[in-house]
């Protein structure tokens, strides 16, 4: 594990991604993630009280556990990081959130974008290129998505992220959660 990695300096106010001293339990429920950063791939589970977006949304550090990960580039394996037990949200660009990460049921999240409009868009958000459909209600550009909102995190559905053109997602990751604080660029790819 390189020296340093996910951790924050002291006295930047935004927690750590590992910290010194015994580990907690983790508590709440597992839940599998894959998250990217602009150097590695991570997987392993995360232990959240709720829904993935309103955790990363909320901006705190989040215990995880069973953490592997590999170069970005694909120029390595996954390997065990047992190293890891905690991850700063600012730290990831994305999150690939498969179907155990969605504690609704199919109607309660259809009766949630009842009044949202679909977009499909490609998000810059370097080294990352991400397709899919952002849910925005209505009369909300989805130019807006690089402004500063309430929510950290912005779901695209239906959507595949990309490096240097090749997908990096596996089949069936059903949402990619995009940091908005990464996101450089916002192209409308149809309706």
Known sequence: MPLGFLRRKKGDGRGAGGRSGAPAAP???GVPFEGL???WRLAGVMHIDGRLSDVLNRRETIQISDVRWAPIDGSGTFEAA???????????IAVLAG????PQSEAE?????IRKVPYEVGLEAPP???VGTVHLHAGEPPDRLMDQGTEMFVPLTGAVAYLNGKPVADPGTEVVLVN?????GVEPTGR
Do not use: K, M, N, V
Not at 109 to 113: D, N, Q
């Open 82 to 92: 047992p190293g890891l037990q905690s991850i700063d949200p600012y730290d990831l």
């Open 37 to 39: 950063t602009d150097e």
């Open 128 to 130: 990352f290129r991400i």
């Open 180 to 184: 908005r604080l990464y996101i450089r």
């Open 99 to 102: 179907p155990a990460t969605l």
């Open 109 to 113: 999240r259809l009766a949630h974008r």
């Open 27 to 29: 508590s709440g429920r």
